[in-house]
């Protein structure tokens, strides 16, 4: 089983990277600037998510928890498309909750949550 992350692979490409390099080029950002900004940078398989989901899912992000809002889809899905949706991909959906940060598929646009629900 492997248990290397992508972190993991990021630190030794940098350290290969920095070690290749005659001297420091003041170029370039520094190995430590480069890490700080990897861990600060989001994923790149954000979930993707209808707008109208997008909406949903901020305004009930702010009043519940995500076993409630899945209650509340489940509970309505055969009267709302939006909430269908949510049960059809319960797993993207909690994806997007959890990380706070989604792609709107309509448009591709990165949507993240305010700070403090």
Request: charged fraction near 25%.
């Amino acid at each position: 089983m492997m248990t290397e992350t992508k972190r993991d692979v990021f630190e030794d490409t940098l350290d290969a990277y920095y070690d290749s390099m005659p001297h420091p080029n003041p170029g370039y950002d520094s190995p430590a600037k480069l890490s700080d900004r990897y861990k600060a940078a989001l994923p790149d398989d954000l979930p993707v998510i209808p707008k109208a989901v997008g909406e949903i899912l901020r305004s009930a992000h702010r009043q519940t928890n995500l076993l409630g809002m899945l209650e509340t889809a489940k509970n309505g899905h055969k009267i709302s498309e939006t909430l269908a949706w949510i049960i059809a991909n319960q797993n993207t959906f909690a994806l997007a909750w959890l990380l706070g940060v989604w792609r709107v598929e309509e448009t591709g646009e990165i949507v993240k949550l305010e700070a403090g629900k």
